[in-house]
């Protein structure tokens, strides 16, 4: 990417800093929208959404089942799916995600019920026989099902969403800036790692504690500043909020970690393809949240500038 015209030196003058800033992150953030929309059109969205396309689109309860049970899980299936569909399998040792899966059989036309069931009820129906009622949802059973990170096997199709770009004084700031903006940081070796294929997690804790944020280690530093940005909002933007938000949340906290990377001259541009991977068509919610968005990482830059 080159960078932009309105590099950091353009920000300088305290009385039109507010102004200038919010005009160039709206640039930004509507430059943002077209690159999504670009990504989801492009061959490499498509092949990505035809793996995606089997895996469930969970329930609300079972996302939260999934996420409370494994905080980090990205793609998740079955055991037999694992392997008769992508060719993993589920390492030795691993703990079952437990979910609940529906029930799917005969059921009586007026109470509902499986003829099992119907047999042991009050139920007088008995217009039609048993083989001619239809199939319907009669109750739900607890399921066994694995993340990706508890598998080994055949790589799934992934996007490009590594930032690139100079980060050797951009990294260490970040680091310095925890404290400024309340919230402790831990950059953890690979093989320390557990959270399996994230790059970066946050962590809520009690009131009387920081939010903590934990980052993989990686050989790209650009990647690893512009993730602790990203992790950086949601500590800002995301405390308390309900697990039934998460696509709105990661929306936020990656546009942030766009902006605040492309102001620091970094190529944040394939942060599109993450974006897409989240909210697919609907690239113009990340303008419905503009003010969010351009707030948060107005408040990192900011930090980032004193510490450097």
Known sequence: MTPSSCSRESFNDSDTRHDEMHSTIETWAEDLVDKVDDAVSSEQFQEWLDIQSHFHDYSHRNTLLITRQCPHATHVAGYRTWQEEFDRHVKEGETAIWIWAPIIAKQCPECGNSPSYHDRSDCGYDETPTEEWEKGLVGFRPAPVFDISQTDGEPLPELETEATGEADEMLPALLEAASSLEVEVSVVAPVEWSHGSARGICEYRRSDQRPLVEVRDRENRADLSVTLVHEYAHALLHGGIDEAERSKRELEAEAVGYIVGRYFEL??????????????????????????????????????????
């Open 267 to 308: 190529d944040t541009s394939d942060s599109a393809f993450y974006l897409a991977s989240w909210h697919g068509e609907e690239s113009e919610a990340i303008l419905d949240r503009l003010e969010r968005i351009s707030s948060t990482a107005r408040e990192i830059i900011d930090v980032l500038e004193k510490v450097l």
